[in-house]
């Protein structure tokens, strides 16, 4: 999916960002709900040129900063306060892959309701087992077993991540389909059960 080409509100300039525009160094009036991929300039998929994603909020961010409107009028002081706000949500949701994966989701099945506690057949009980296994661990301060755990549960959340892109790519081909977006659903509520493991060892 493509982001419509806007234009500045001031100088009519194509737009990189729907937050600034760099021809005129003028904030964009923030008059509707706009996605965080039309914050960052790139295209609504899953898979992100992180580089180009670093670096187009590194120089959003030197253009919106609060601190370089100190002289500015009170209006664009908020103006530029709540467009930082917009675009370090932004960039942390997109910069990540779950948080992405999560996010994109959401935009696809604006029109659905998908079940958000499934899990895959065999999970939970499995989950529950290595919970267990973990708050024994814990309990005997056994680093070398939560070592091993933790590089387990890692291997098993990337291995999802790796299922996201080929998914996600079908989905943009076939938008309306209920079965591929509660497929995707499941795969990230696993994702996340694995993530809360993964936290429960790092505590």
């Known amino acids: 999916m493509a982001i419509d080409q806007i234009a500045c509100q001031k100088c009519g300039s194509t737009l990189a960002s729907l937050l600034f525009c760099f021809s005129c160094k ?32 590194q120089n959003l961010s030197l253009q919106l900063h609060p601190d370089f409107f100190g002289l500015a009028s009170e209006s664009e002081k908020s103006l530029s306060e709540k467009a930082s706000a917009i675009l370090n949500a932004a960039f942390k949701t997109l910069s990540k892959p779950i948080l992405r994966a999560g996010y994109l989701l959401s935009i696809f099945s604006q029109n659905e309701k998908l079940n958000e506690r499934l899990l895959p057949e065999g999970f939970l009980a499995e989950m529950f087992s290595m919970q267990e296994s973990i708050d024994e661990m814990l309990e005997s301060e056994n680093k070398s077993a939560l070592l091993i755990t933790k590089d387990e549960l890692n291997i098993r959340r990337e291995k999802i991540e790796s299922e996201f892109a080929p998914l996600f790519k079908r989905l943009a081909k076939f938008q309306n389909d209920y079965n591929l977006l509660q497929q995707l659903q499941i795969k990230l509520n696993a994702e996340r059960y694995l993530c809360r493991l993964l936290d429960r060892i790092n505590s």
């Open 26 to 57: 003028t904030i964009q009036s923030i008059s509707h709900e706009i996605n965080h991929f039309e914050v960052l300039g790139v295209s609504i998929s899953y898979e992100i040129d992180e580089v180009e994603l670093e670096d187009r909020y």
